[in-house]
């Protein structure tokens, strides 16, 4: 604590020497009066036309410039960073001066009223996070979010759905500012069904600020869903109709009501997906003289069909013009069937074929989730601070019903063996937070945040196994399983952020308390086992940016903290179930948490290009590892030593012609793993690339299209090396009935490329590869409409860990 203390004094002492100036205010509104948020404002010295200062309009319109001391100036405005407003030349008053308010329309019919035909950006790079806009991509109509994710820069997600942030593993993933608490196939599928429709942002923070949660070594992907904010009754409608191998379909509906006080708003989602996936895997096993001695392919026809059902209602009541209080409540049953067959073939050391292996594995799951929310928000003034409290109770219920039926023949093609293994994995998840945060705190001219969470989890996961053997069914001891496993995590934490002439600074400091405690219940073969782990973290973090010049054509940035991966509880469990005949899975009860520290330095120009170098040192990182124990395939997780992650990242918005917009992200990383794996030990380091072009066209004031696309060359993660891989969307859209509806045609994976090939590498005696097809090039039609009425409000965000307000000024 001292450190960070030596530093806050610091700035609190700078902070006495600044000098009063005057300060400069206003308000920007639509031509009805209502408030125009998030908008970018401009202090421009009159004469020199340099930018003195630059700010964001709050939720009310309203932006403040302070120390200013230019004697002529103008305003400038800008929305999403194209379109700008100029206003006419003020003079400064002595202390403080207060501009009429500027009126800004979509048509440019009236004097000191510009046409704003503003294009959306797919990414936009910010001081501390990338901002992903879904909306903002034509071929994103009837996507889930699970694949707008996929093309999002520096995300990438491997064939196991495990999401990793520039290569690193350890990703939390959060739902308008709330842990989601799943394991990597339950977070893909509840990914699945949300469409990226319902999507207002997906914010991509490999180094969150204080407010956030400490874990996730790799950062934070935090995707905020939509509120409608507008008085009346006013919705949207999407439908959508995709075609790949197979159809999907996918429609929603919105509606919010605001009558006085009350604002009432609610979604409802309905959608069906079926796919496949073609993987084939390899295995060719060694003996300890280097000899061949034999080998495995293995062929599976995965298809997956899910329904999803999701509902959201939600009210605010606005009590006094300074406290709203509001409920929430949101909830899916998301059932689906997935059908696995393959087909396995032995060779020997001569490369003769020895058996075949057909296997069945058909397999029904019920997954249903409910989630409660109450908040509360509290202004001091109307400028001032503000309190924001929030309780959470969250649960997951999934039900699973499988059966493995293998087959085994020689090679004549006889039936020699067959073995029937029936199984019921019935699991529970409850969650509950609470946590309140005190914003905006004005200490010394700058602002100063605080706050306290808590979260109790309890899951109880059971495996239920069962031999069948001439009709008769016996109960398998040596994979059924009964796990409980309790988690409470507490947390305080502070943030301070400060804005002096040249620099703007952000410090803080995060501290959580984590108590765990995992039981596995015994039965007539398998001994109960219990363990406890308490440990408590400080995780520090740095925010600084530098104007080099007085009109900000070039900004540094420096972003460095500390952040924990803690281990699933799933991957605590210690039980170990079979995939199929010879693939087994297991848990691991002596997994340690991860602790990375994570370093950023940014050179931003004219605020349109981006420039990151990065470097990232991982202690006991948690991911995938493989061993080979006779003829079984044993993957369970387990901690790496080290890895070390360094690169730069670029990201740019170019304006190629007024109706054509490139947005290109592209990344070069090195990460190097340095760890004991079983008998072996790996010293692996690669480079991998990636680019990632969006083009937009806004053809007429009705047509617009779009050609974007991705690629990712080789990656290093762990044991695992993935080969490359890159695909190309298009996308075409026309606005009708009065711009209130448009429709959408898009194409993903136009030359069907989206197909992930690697080798699983440093297994003993063995190589591994695989080859994976999706069903990845999907035409899809779609169709939206809004009707709207009233008058902007405010937007609130709810949920136990509140968005981050006072970061670095860009």
Do not use: C
Not at 125 to 143: E, F, H, T
Not at 177 to 192: F, H, I, R, T, V
Not at 285 to 312: C, M
Not at 601 to 623: G, P
């Amino acid at each position: 604590m001292k450190p960070f203390a030596l530093w806050l004094t610091l700035i609190l002492q700078l902070g006495t020497y600044a000098q009063q100036k005057t300060e400069i205010s206003g308000r920007i509104t639509d031509l009805e009066s209502q408030a125009i948020a998030e908008a970018t404002v401009l202090i421009v010295e009159a004469t020199s036309n340099q930018i003195i200062k630059a700010t964001f309009s709050d939720e009310n319109g309203n932006f403040t410039f302070n120390d200013i001391n230019s004697t002529a100036f103008k305003i400038e405005i800008l929305l999403d960073g194209t379109k700008q407003f100029t206003s006419e030349v003020f003079a400064r008053a002595e202390s403080v001066l207060k501009l009429p308010p500027f009126k800004i329309q979509k048509t440019a019919n009236q004097l000191n009223e510009v046409l704003i035909t503003t294009q959306k950006n797919f990414v936009t790079q910010k001081a501390d996070r990338i901002v992903v806009d879904p909306n903002a991509l034509i071929s994103n109509a009837g996507l889930t979010a699970f694949e707008v994710l996929e093309k999002s820069p520096s995300v990438n997600i491997g064939f196991n759905n495990a999401i990793s942030i520039r290569g690193k593993n350890g990703v939390v993933v959060m739902i308008n500012n709330k842990p989601s608490n799943l394991s990597a196939d339950d977070l893909a599928n509840y990914l699945k069904s949300i469409p990226a429709t319902d999507i207002a942002k997906i914010e991509i923070m490999n180094n969150p600020p204080a407010q956030y949660d400490a874990a996730g070594n790799a950062g934070i992907i935090n995707i905020i869903l939509k509120k409608n904010n507008a008085k009346g009754t006013n919705g949207n409608i999407n439908s959508s109709y995709g075609q790949g191998t197979y159809a999907r379909l996918n429609s929603s509906f919105n509606l919010n009501y605001r009558i006085d006080k009350w604002n009432f708003f609610g979604n409802l989602n309905v959608s069906k997906n079926k796919s496949y996936q073609d993987l084939t895997i390899t295995r060719t096993y060694f003996s300890p003289a280097g000899n061949l001695s034999s080998e495995f392919i293995q062929n599976s026809l995965i298809t997956p069909d899910s329904r999803n059902n999701s509902i959201r209602l939600g009210t605010d009541f606005y009590a006094t013009a300074k406290t709203t209080f509001g409920i929430v409540w949101s909830g899916f049953s998301n059932p689906s069937d997935r059908n696995t067959s393959n087909i396995a073939t032995v060779y020997d050391s001569n490369r003769r074929l020895e058996s075949i292996i057909r296997s069945s594995n058909p397999m029904r799951v019920d997954f249903k989730n409910s989630n409660f929310n109450l908040n509360m928000t509290h202004k001091i003034n109307q400028t001032g601070p503000e309190i924001t409290a929030n309780l959470d109770y969250v649960t997951y219920d999934s039900d699973i019903a499988q059966s493995l039926i293998n087959q085994t023949f020689n090679p004549d093609n006889n039936l020699i063996n067959e073995t029937q293994l029936l199984s019921k994995l019935p699991s529970t998840i409850k969650i509950r937070t609470a946590n309140v945060d005190y914003t905006g705190i004005n200490l010394k001219n700058g602002k100063l945040d605080l706050g306290a969470k808590s979260s109790f989890v309890d899951t109880r996961n059971v495996a239920d196994f069962q031999d069948v053997a001439n009709g008769v069914t016996n109960p398998n001891y040596e994979f059924s399983n009964d796990f409980t496993y309790r988690e409470n995590i507490n947390a305080i934490y502070l943030n301070f952020n400060k804005d002096f002439k040249k620099i703007a600074i952000q410090l803080g400091l995060r501290m959580e308390n984590t108590r765990v405690k995992g039981y596995q219940a015994g039965n007539p073969v398998v001994a109960d086992s219990t363990f406890q782990v308490k440990y408590t973290n400080l995780f520090p973090t740095l925010f600084l940016q530098y104007r080099v010049d007085s009109i900000q054509k070039h900004v540094v940035g420096i972003s460095a903290g500390r952040r924990i991966n803690r281990p699933n509880y799933k991957d605590l469990n210690p039980f170990t179930y079979p995939i199929d005949r010879f693939t087994f899975y297991g848990g691991n009860p002596f997994l340690k948490p991860t602790f990375s520290y994570n370093l950023d330095l940014s050179h931003t120009y004219k605020n349109f290009l981006t420039t990151t170098l990065m470097y990232s040192y991982t202690v006991d990182e948690i991911s995938e590892t493989n061993e080979q124990r006779g003829n079984i395939y044993y993957s369970r997780p387990g901690n790496f030593d080290r890895q070390i992650s360094y690169g730069l990242a670029i990201n740019g918005l170019l304006k190629l012609r007024n109706w054509w917009t490139l947005n290109i992200y592209t990344s070069l990383i090195n990460n190097t793993f340095k760890s004991k794996v079983y008998t072996e030990s790996l010293d692996d380091s690669a480079w991998n690339f990636t680019v990632v072009p969006t083009n937009q066209f806004q053809l007429s004031k009705a047509w617009a299209a779009e050609l974007s696309g991705q690629y990712q060359s080789s990656l290093l993660s762990g044991q695992f090396f993935i080969g490359p891989v890159g695909s190309m969307r298009i996308g075409v859209s026309r606005k009708i009935l009065d711009e209130k509806g448009s429709l959408k045609l898009a194409v993903s994976d136009v030359f069907y490329t989206n197909q992930i090939n690697g080798q699983i590498r440093n297994i003993a005696n063995a190589n591994a590869s695989w080859y994976s097809e999706f069903d990845s090039r999907v035409v899809t039609f779609s169709f939206s409409y809004r009707f709207t009425q009233g008058k902007n409000l405010k937007v609130r965000q709810s949920g136990a860990s509140q968005e981050e307000q006072n970061r670095v000024k860009t």
